[in-house]
């Protein structure tokens, strides 16, 4: 059975405009984790090489980390402090 996450996948084709280069994310790829929507969830959104892309809605940072695999990015650091930019608050927040 697919887990959530891959259900809420909106763009597939994203691990061809989101690729990580050595060393980490390019610096001109934005991801943005968006508050809590009222039907439960925080869409997650990537910004790269003048594309933008839905990469689903998250239930819990496991999605998240699922998402950003999928878009060609491992190992990205979730905390506050990292790379994401997390709106209405931080990877703690899904309700």
Do not use: Y
Request: glycine share 14%.
């Amino acid at each position: 059975m697919a887990s959530q996450a891959s259900q809420n996948l909106r763009c597939p084709d994203a691990p061809a405009r989101v690729q990580a280069q050595a060393g980490g994310m390019p610096d001109e790829t934005q991801i943005v984790v968006h508050p809590v929507s009222p039907g439960g969830g925080r869409k997650v959104t990537a910004h790269a090489l003048g594309v933008d892309a839905d990469l689903g809605r998250a239930f819990m940072p496991a999605d998240v980390v699922e998402f950003l695999r999928r878009a060609g990015l491992e190992d990205v650091d979730l905390s506050e402090g990292g790379p994401i930019e997390w709106r209405g608050g931080g990877p703690e927040v899904w309700e």
